[in-house]
């Protein structure tokens, strides 16, 4: 089975189903919807009818359409189709996500009350711990991965890079996931710091190893 062909397939259907159920949507919202979320996870702005049906699956297809145009302009292309069944299950997942959240946003005009906040932290630490799994399966390229100038010059350092970054994310998904259980005023707090932490230790740990590695490998 063509697993490349399968999850890009799946990126495309479920960006289509977000357009799909935007269209129907559309003539039974109501004049205003719910665009913004405050740090506490509560709807603290409205928007036209449009954004609400539209906007979120207008992402899905930029992005949708990204994920096609990068194997055609990469630096890296050889690089990219050996990891291209990876690639696509990346691309289908952040997809599943797009989705997921655009189900949320809709779902207090239905009636259907909750937190987005204590929605959003799980999600988005569910999504950092595939990234973490993927991670080490990502080579050398300019648009997925942990892309530092030092990860860039040298082939070792990315690969080096990305196994212990794929731990790091992992880690931090967890984290993600369990911080939903905190009080909703340390949310912001709790994924900015993780995403600070993450960041930091992708840019020091790549320079650590490529002060050791040396010349840079094009």
Request: a positive charge; glycine letters at 6%.
């Amino acid at each position: 089975m063509d697993f490349a062909k399968f999850y890009k397939c799946a990126a495309a259907l479920i960006a289509l189903i977000a357009v799909a159920a935007g269209v129907a949507l559309f003539p039974m919202l109501p004049e205003q919807v719910p665009v913004h979320w405050n740090a506490a996870g509560e709807i603290d702005s409205y928007g036209p009818a449009w954004t609400g049906a539209f906007l979120l699956p207008a992402v899905m297809l930029l992005v949708l359409g990204l994920f096609f145009l990068i194997p055609r302009i990469a630096v890296f292309r050889k690089n990219l189709q050996e990891f291209k069944k990876q690639y696509w299950l990346f691309g289908a997942v952040l997809q599943l996500f797009f989705l997921a959240f655009f189900t949320a946003t809709l779902a207090p005009l239905a009636g259907i009350r909750f937190n987005m906040s204590s929605f959003m932290l799980p999600a988005v630490g569910m999504l950092f711990v595939l990234i973490g799994l993927l991670m080490p399966s990502f080579k050398r390229n300019f648009f997925i991965g942990i892309r530092t100038p030092w990860t860039l010059a040298n082939e070792k350092v990315w690969e080096k890079t990305h196994k212990a970054g794929g731990k790091a994310f992992i880690l931090a998904g967890i984290a993600l996931f369990f911080s939903a259980f905190l009080p909703v005023q340390y949310f912001v707090s709790v994924l900015l710091g993780i995403a600070v932490l993450v960041v930091a230790f992708a840019l020091a740990y790549s320079y650590r190893l490529y002060s050791k590695e040396g010349k840079p490998q094009l």
